[in-house]
């Protein structure tokens, strides 16, 4: 059973959170959002998710992929959750996946995980991403990195983590019921 770690902060783009938890589900990922606060959160738009778990009651051991959603403020409160950054480092010394849509990138970046990787983002955080080699691609796969650019381009962006964490059948079987264009 693959596991996937989704970090839920207020401010979280909904679209970005809901496509990948669902699309992920689908595909047969066990997938746990967390809260970084307790109770209902909200994102951007004003929508309300109820996290599955606390981010202080899940052990990083336990997954194989850990996702970013974008959105602001969400990114900016990822960004500064101590929390965050321990989980990422831990992941990528595991040699684990690590993705991150929209505006999220900013959050890899602050850790110092971006060195010399090639990677996409929404583009009105590109200037702050130094060091990295910036692609216009909607989806972009380095290594364990899995970025992807918005809302828009979530779908792309879920389709490629079923395809990363299981195998092209699996994501096209996923896709013979949600008809997405890929």
Do not use: W
Request: with cysteine; charged share 25%.
């Amino acid at each position: 059973m693959k596991k996937v770690l989704v970090i839920l902060a207020p401010g979280f783009e909904e679209i970005e959170t809901v496509t990948v938890v669902d699309i992920l589900r689908r595909a047969g990922a066990r997938v746990t959002l967390a809260g970084t606060e307790d109770g209902t959160l909200q994102g951007s738009r004003g929508i309300d998710l109820v996290p599955d778990s606390r981010l202080n009651d899940v052990d990083p051991d336990e997954f194989d992929m850990v996702v970013l959603p974008g959105g602001q403020p969400g990114t900016s409160n990822l960004q500064k959750d101590e929390r965050v950054k321990t989980i990422l480092l831990k992941m990528h010394r595991a040699h684990k996946k690590i993705a991150a849509i929209c505006a999220a990138p900013v959050v890899l970046q602050s850790v110092g995980l971006l060195k010399s990787i090639t990677l996409t983002s929404h583009p009105s955080v590109k200037d702050q991403l130094d060091g990295v080699l910036y692609s216009d691609n909607r989806v972009v796969v380095d290594g364990n990195f899995i970025t992807s650019r918005s809302p828009g381009t979530a779908m792309e962006f879920a389709m490629k983590l079923v395809e990363i964490l299981f195998d092209t059948a699996r994501m096209e079987t996923v896709n013979k019921g949600v008809m997405a264009r890929l």
